[in-house]
């Protein structure tokens, strides 16, 4: 069966975020992993549910950066409500 994906477009749009905000999000590792498909990254729309689900945590991609240990941003809030509250 195949996997229902979308692109850093759709999920900007879908988290109601900018599109540099995915980009860094990614970057820091604070979305879960993309996966190249056909030569272009996407996202599996399974795993960002889930993601979702579980309250948008940072991904962990450092053990020795406290703020990346941390699930939360610096107000306490998920990612998502973080951002949607600016």
């Known amino acids: ?16 975020i ?11 590792g604070w979305l879960p992993s993309p996966h190249k498909v056909g030569g272009r990254w996407y996202f599996f729309v399974d795993e960002i549910d889930d993601w979702e689900n579980a309250g948008c945590p940072r991904q962990e ?10 699930n939360r941003s610096a107000t306490g809030q998920s990612l998502v409500a973080d951002a949607e509250s600016r």
């Open 1 to 16: 069966m195949l996997r229902k994906k979308i692109n850093f477009y759709e999920l900007a749009t879908r988290l109601k």
């Open 61 to 70: 991609t450092s053990q020795s950066d406290p703020a990346r240990r941390d």
């Open 18 to 28: 900018a599109l540099p905000t995915a980009y860094m999000w990614h970057t820091k």
